[in-house]
């Protein structure tokens, strides 16, 4: 998988890394971008030799600035628009990747930026990172999932502080509130990134996946419930670890 | 317009301030206030020009609202909470002072959170034989997370201002001479983003949190579309795209 416009993909060994590539726009994201996404990452999770992604931004500035809005008002009509939504659906994409995502973020991550972000099961900041949603002073509202993401990362007193006042978050406070769990220097945050998603590949693929489904899946459901998915995962990664076994001896 | 005799509030701009007198000495003070906060809250609800409230009032004048009528009695702390958390437009609580109980929880169903500098929060109901009433048990958790709710709830810990801030219980603190100010200043600052856009982030972010992801992420698309039919879309992008500053009319 080659040739993007907007992005560069690219695989070393066991993990993949997706590079929003537009630099001199602060890779803000554009319709391109998002069919670009949408065919890498169709690819990435079917492919079971991949065992972590990598997601990070080209350039100084930014890992992405948010959405392009020079192509906003140009939808056909409204019912075009929510058709395409639902039929092209990146975010539901992301979200049901089954490999960790690894979100090395630097710069500006505002706006759709931020919302991918969140996406992303662990967040790795560079200390230039500035966060930001921008959209109560667009007459918009975050349209990648923000406004439910977010308040399960950072809690709800927080989330409704950055929307309702365009508040800017920093790397500090960032860290300090768990929206990223790694704040490094800036030319660490790459090495970073990759002793993560090393690590994550030297385990098993089934531990992993079963363990990032329980936890995302288990948000959602009652504690019982919860506890009777997470029993039937690790039923499922057992299987699948002496299966492993079976196979390797 | 409905008088009033334990709040005042005044329009400026885009704004409206609101502030709770705090003498609560006179009998059926607390049933007062929560029948004028829900006057005031349909009122608001319905006028167009208001786009951001500030809700002032002196956090320990309700440390007397449960003892107000008794644990069984009338009102209903909820009764003073409720009108608050059905206000559509962002609402920012200026709290002066400590704010224990019915006045924590109050704040509690404000979007923001102002403070002064020095005070204490808690809500220590359960050291009294009783537990929140007024949404505090609910409330609390979603704002800054079950292990801080519950320490908070269990043992009626205080935490002070700096602590409040640190936890996000609170999203400013301020100088108790400059509170007024900065809230109305913040309220301002809101008061010229687009209306449309600040209540279905609210409408997204509070009915997101009763649902799963994806039912939460169908609610954001549609009220994320619907904003596709106003007025204050086309002029928010366009002003971006043209470098200026947007006027939003709330169509």
């Known amino acids: ?249 | 317009m409905t008088t009033y005799r334990e709040l005042t509030w005044r329009k400026e701009g885009p704004c409206a301030v609101v502030r709770v007198q705090g003498d609560a000495s006179g009998a059926g003070w607390t049933a007062r206030v929560a029948n004028e906060l829900e006057d005031l809250s349909a009122e608001i609800n319905w006028d167009e020009d208001t786009r951001v409230v500030v809700l002032a009032y002196p956090g320990n004048a309700f440390q007397s609202g449960v003892a107000d009528g008794g644990p069984w009695g009338e009102p209903d702390p909820g009764s003073v909470v409720a009108p608050v958390a059905q206000i559509r437009q962002p609402v920012i609580a200026a709290v002066e002072g400590d704010a224990m109980g019915l006045g924590l929880e109050l704040a509690l169903a404000c979007d923001i959170r102002l403070a002064t500098e020095g005070a204490h929060f808690g809500l220590p109901q359960v050291a009294e034989g009783l537990i929140p009433s007024a949404g505090g048990t609910q409330r609390l958790p979603r704002l800054i997370g079950q292990s801080r709710a519950l320490d908070m709830i269990l043992t009626g810990k205080t935490v002070d201002s700096a602590e409040a801030l640190r936890i996000g219980l609170v999203n400013r603190v301020v100088p108790a001479t400059r509170l007024m100010e900065v809230a109305t200043g913040l309220a301002q600052e809101m008061g010229a983003r687009s209306p449309l856009s600040m209540s279905y982030v609210k409408e997204a972010l509070y009915g997101g949190l009763d649902m799963t992801i994806d039912q939460g992420m169908r609610l954001e698309l549609d009220l994320y579309l619907l904003l596709f039919s106003t007025q204050d879309r086309i002029e928010g992008i366009t002003a971006f795209n043209e470098k200026r500053k947007p006027e939003f009319q709330g169509r």
């Open chain 1, 1 to 249: 998988m080659d040739g993007f416009e907007t992005i560069i993909y690219e695989r070393v060994g066991n993990i993949a890394y997706v590079t929003l590539n537009r630099p001199r726009v602060l890779n803000v994201y554009s319709v391109q971008m998002r069919d670009d996404l949408y065919e890498v990452l169709n690819g990435v999770k079917v492919d079971e030799e991949i065992r972590a992604v990598i997601l990070k931004g080209a350039g100084e500035k930014a890992f992405c600035a948010g959405a392009d809005l020079s192509e906003f008002l140009t939808a056909p009509s409204v019912v075009k628009a929510r058709q395409i939504r639902l039929l092209r659906d990146l975010w539901g994409l992301l979200r049901s990747m089954p490999q960790p995502l690894i979100a090395a973020l630097h710069g500006y991550v505002f706006g759709s930026g931020m919302e991918i972000a969140l996406f992303c099961d662990i967040r790795i900041a560079a200390d230039d990172v500035i966060f930001g949603l921008p959209e109560m002073g667009l007459g918009i509202i975050p349209g990648a999932g923000g406004t439910q993401t977010l308040p399960r990362v950072i809690g709800l007193s927080r989330s409704l502080d950055m929307l309702l006042t365009n508040r800017r978050m920093g790397a500090h406070e960032a860290l300090d509130c768990g929206l990223v769990s790694r704040l490094v220097s800036g030319d660490r945050l790459l090495e970073t990134a990759e002793e993560v998603a090393r690590q994550i590949a030297s385990y098993s693929a089934a531990a992993v996946r079963n363990a990032k489904q329980a936890v995302l899946q288990g948000v959602d459901m009652t504690l019982q419930q919860g506890m009777e998915l997470e029993r039937r995962f690790s039923v499922n990664t057992r299987v699948s670890g002496d299966q492993a076994a079976t196979d390797n001896g």
